[in-house]
């Protein structure tokens, strides 16, 4: 069995997608209010929350029911194609996974500014006793949907 894999999931947004890339990208310590799941998140070393590279985040947050945490890093924005990469790692992740990146894409439908946003998980398991995170799936498409309901509000 294979101990590097790759899951990924694709949900329509109804708001802009520029105004979801920019939550995301600019506002994500906001999502601590607007998620279900997410209970925390804080800076944990650095001076802005959305520097490439520059600042860690603490999150806690649940996953199949389990509350979770981690630390997660931002490894690049390309805001021409509304794609960001964040490392996961230390707390709950390491404990499971050697390598964790989600890669996040924003994908603006032409016709009325809305959307899908793109969640891709790549990982590296610890060993062959360890599931696929197939949990982040399912954390990621509710993530997806309560952000989309706060924009809509707005």
Known sequence: ????GKLSTEIAIHSPASKFFDLVTK???HVQNICERVHAGKLHEGDD???VGGSVKHWTYVIDGKVTTSKETIESIDEKNKIVIFKLFDGDIDQRYKAFKVIFQVIENNNNGSGSAKWIVEYE???DDVEAPYGYMEYFDKFTKDIDAHLLEA
């Open 125 to 127: 398991k610890v060993n």
């Open 27 to 29: 506002k994500m310590h």
């Open 1 to 4: 069995m294979a101990l590097t």
């Open 49 to 51: 929350w959305h520097s």
